[in-house]
């Protein structure tokens, strides 16, 4: 996540600038062409290039929209992780109680508590390492170019920054060592930890440590945690569709083709120079439409591991440290801080 106000003009280049490479050599070609052959015999009227342009403009932004409602979503998904997350700390600490039947044997009622919290902080690490693997549709899993670009993205304003992942070394400092070496074996680790939670909840209320209602209560949580990692797999494995996605593209590339043509014969009409006038012009709203196709093209999908995607790392330390302290423990992780302006 972005964190600062707005990009800078570095920033801003680095994101969309490469594009003018291209943008420049073609408005140049097609002046060249224009006003030395007979191309300048073929021209189009700006009433049907408006209405595209128009056409266009309409479906790039309900695509935008629409990917922004997929990133958005997503935040508020791990919202309601971190609420949940407080409520179960707080409630794992006022439900657990000694059985009424035995008293003293609730001596290890502290570890037990400890346990099901710490369970909890390697689920948040172990779900945000599962939601960014890449799928076959995000940036980085694209062959040639595409790939290349993500990379860079994710280097300079991306996971790359942040160094190694921590998920490894929160995962062995939160759960035992039978918990960890089982963690491969599952297909979905993350739901899997979830039910160890549960089953011991039913341990503990099986040895009188946890009342009926307390029980309801609680299982009512771990069925939250369930929900919110469910809509959030949904939004990693199911991608923007394809029909808005792609035919937005190439309906930008195809009025980005055809605006030199209305805007030279236009110009010409100024003088002989009037042409070289009109390219910086072409240059410039092409490269608008660019940029407005690159950002709902990069803002489908919210766990991907570039700067504008929700900040998982952020969010799961934060809760790490709520529940820390809610065990009374001071030896808390230093919260994460955004680096170069970028916050995950």
């Keep these: 996540m972005y964190v600062k106000k707005n990009y800078n003009l570095r920033e801003t280049f680095f994101n969309s600038g490469k594009h003018l490479f291209w943008l420049t050599p073609y408005a140049l070609l097609i002046a060249l062409l224009y006003r030395y052959t007979a191309l300048h015999e073929f021209s189009l009227p700006w009433l049907p290039l408006s209405l595209i342009g128009t056409a266009v403009t309409f479906y790039v932004g309900f695509k935008n929209n629409q990917a922004y409602d997929r990133l958005w979503e997503a935040r508020t998904v791990w919202g309601g992780i971190v609420n949940s997350s407080r409520m179960w700390g707080s409630n794992i600490k006022a439900f657990v109680v000694p059985a009424a039947s035995s008293p003293a044997a609730g001596e290890g009622l502290p570890e037990q508590k400890r346990a099901l919290i710490y369970r909890h902080i390697a689920w948040l690490y172990q779900l945000r390492r599962q939601l960014l693997e890449p799928t076959a549709w995000e940036h980085i899993s694209l062959p040639g170019v595409y790939r290349r670009d993500a990379e860079e993205k994710s280097q300079k ?6 160094g190694e992942d921590v998920t490894e070394d929160r995962l062995q400092r939160y759960l035992s060592s039978a918990e960890q070496a089982a963690l491969p074996t599952y297909k979905n680790a993350a739901a899997q930890l979830i039910d160890q939670q549960s089953e011991h909840l039913a341990r503990l209320r099986k040895a009188g440590h946890v009342g009926d209602v307390e029980h309801v209560a609680l299982q009512g949580i771990l069925n939250d945690f369930y929900e919110h990692q469910g809509k959030a797999e949904r ?15 190439v309906m930008v590339c195809i009025f980005i083709a055809m605006l030199p043509f209305g805007f030279f014969s236009e110009f010409a009409k100024i003088g002989d120079n009037g042409i070289w006038l009109a390219v910086p012009f072409v240059i410039l709203i092409s490269w608008v439409y660019v940029v407005m196709e690159l950002v709902g093209d990069y803002s489908e999908n919210p766990f991907e591991g570039l700067a504008n995607d929700v900040p998982m790392l952020a969010l799961s330390r934060t809760i790490e440290i709520d529940l820390l302290q809610q065990l009374g423990e001071t030896d808390l992780p230093a919260p994460i801080q955004p680096i170069n302006h970028v916050l995950l």
């Design 235 to 249: 939004i990693k494995k199911t991608p923007f569709p394809r029909q808005f996605a792609s035919f937005g593209f």
């Design 157 to 162: 304003m991306g996971l790359g920054l942040f």
